[in-house]
């Protein structure tokens, strides 16, 4: 199972970006999909979540920014990213608690990061 993160990159303060992080392997089901980023010497945090039934929440700093979706078709989840702001530079992980069977109990897999980098 892997989750394979992407769309991160350098835009200017004010702009956006898409990031996406798709589930690939055998699996039987993908639960809670979370966004999490992390500065170097910081702690990773919660920046956005949503559940499999579409349920979303969102760090307060990013509220009426960012917006994350998923499409259960295809495994993938999406964090439009608005207004961005220098503070928002960080390391992008995605993380999901997937289910490998019917019986198994879900387990939980991060994404690689992707790199989002906003200049002032």
């Known amino acids: 199972v892997q989750l394979q993160a992407s769309g991160g990159g350098l835009v200017q303060a004010g702009g956006s970006l898409r990031l996406s992080c798709a589930a690939s392997g055998r699996i039987f089901r993908v639960n809670d999909m979370g966004w999490y980023r992390q500065t170097p010497g910081d702690q990773r945090e919660l920046v956005a979540g949503?559940?499999?039934?579409?349920?979303?929440s969102y760090a307060d700093s990013v509220k009426g920014r960012f917006t994350i979706s998923r499409d259960n078709a295809k495994r993938t989840m999406y964090l439009q990213m608005n207004s961005l702001k220098p503070e928002d530079t960080a390391v992008y992980y995605c993380h999901a608690d997937i289910k490998l069977t019917y019986w198994a109990t879900s387990r939980a897999y991060w994404g690689q990061g992707t790199l989002v980098t906003v200049s002032s």
């Open positions: 949503i559940t499999g039934g579409g349920s979303t």
